[in-house]
């Protein structure tokens, strides 16, 4: 229907929706990775936990692959399709905000973060499938850009009740934060669910999503600094931040000074050395 009477220009490119190559093609290569773990576990099963999952006797005998390895495997059939189910329908969103190039880019650092946080809080004697890493990241990152959206018509049939995007991303980091209390040994794959997640929200903010962090605050803050002693003069910079440094090196010596007054010595000596304007 249009809402003129006018014919459609024969110069008018028509209208195509998004084809979603990177998001597709990642569920192909998850599909396609994940087959090969199944016939590897059925004729040797030592294999994917011992040389591709990622682990601490992998990183001691310099498995460097493991770190590419285990950002595909899942620790089995329920998981990687729950997984695969979540990307979908979480990742068409991300994918229509961020473009293809960020969702690949954020599955990747959720991925990468994901493994991370299995190093950093599981015994040296556990194994991560981390195959969860990315996806949190990207239910994680669409908590932060769309709080309030529900996901009611998207996960009907496995949400049958209203839930709003934000309280998802809640609820699956407690349960990545339980599961890593209680379950802390043999072959894992919830300890990528947190790093993954704290990935995706670091990205999200990073782009400018969400309420700005206290990183994002202080950075700001020092920013404007730094832009307000720029267009100070040399006497007004003298005046204002250099005679209270001198008064303090006069009381309590010069080791007394942090390291942020020594850089402003040194801004000073900059300033002093620049022909006047």
């Known amino acids: ?13 028509s209208w195509k929706s998004r084809q979603r190559v990177v998001l597709l093609s990642l569920i192909g290569l998850n599909f396609a990775i994940f087959v090969v773990q199944l016939v590897l576990q059925a004729y040797q ?14 990183i001691d005998g310099a498995y460097a692959w493991q770190f590419l390895t285990a950002m595909f495997l899942h620790a089995g059939v329920f ?9 979908y329908i979480i990742g068409r969103d991300i994918d229509a905000i961020l473009g293809p190039r960020h969702f690949l880019y954020l599955y990747i650092c959720g991925a990468v973060g994901g493994e991370l946080g299995h190093l950093f809080s599981m015994p ?7 195959g969860s890493g990315g996806v949190a990241a990207m239910v994680v990152a669409l908590a932060i850009i769309l709080p309030e959206l529900e996901v009611t018509d998207s996960l009907s049939f496995i949400l049958p009740f209203k839930l709003k995007l934000k309280y998802l991303g809640y609820a699956l980091c407690l349960i990545g934060a339980v599961l890593l209390i209680v379950d802390r040994r043999g072959v894992v794959s919830h300890s990528a669910i947190l790093g993954g997640g704290a990935a995706g929200w670091l990205y999200a903010h990073l782009l400018g999503f969400g309420r700005p962090s206290f990183l994002q605050r202080a950075l700001r803050r020092r920013r404007i600094e730094s832009e307000r002693r720029q267009r100070m003069s040399l006497d007004e910079f003298i005046t204002e931040e250099i005679d209270p440094l001198l008064e303090k090196i006069s009381q309590t010596g010069i080791e007394s000074l942090t390291r942020s007054e020594r850089r402003t010595l040194a801004e000073v000596r900059e300033k ?3 022909p006047p304007q």
Do not use: D, E
């Open 1 to 13: 229907m249009r809402l003129s009477g006018r014919k459609a220009s024969s110069y008018a490119p």
């Open 45 to 58: 099963p030592a294999l994917v936990p011992q040389y591709l999952g990622l682990s601490y006797r992998g």
């Open 79 to 87: 998981q990687f399709a729950g997984n695969m189910i979540v990307l």
């Open 124 to 130: 040296a004697t556990t194994v991560l499938m981390a």
């Open 272 to 274: 002093m050395a620049k």
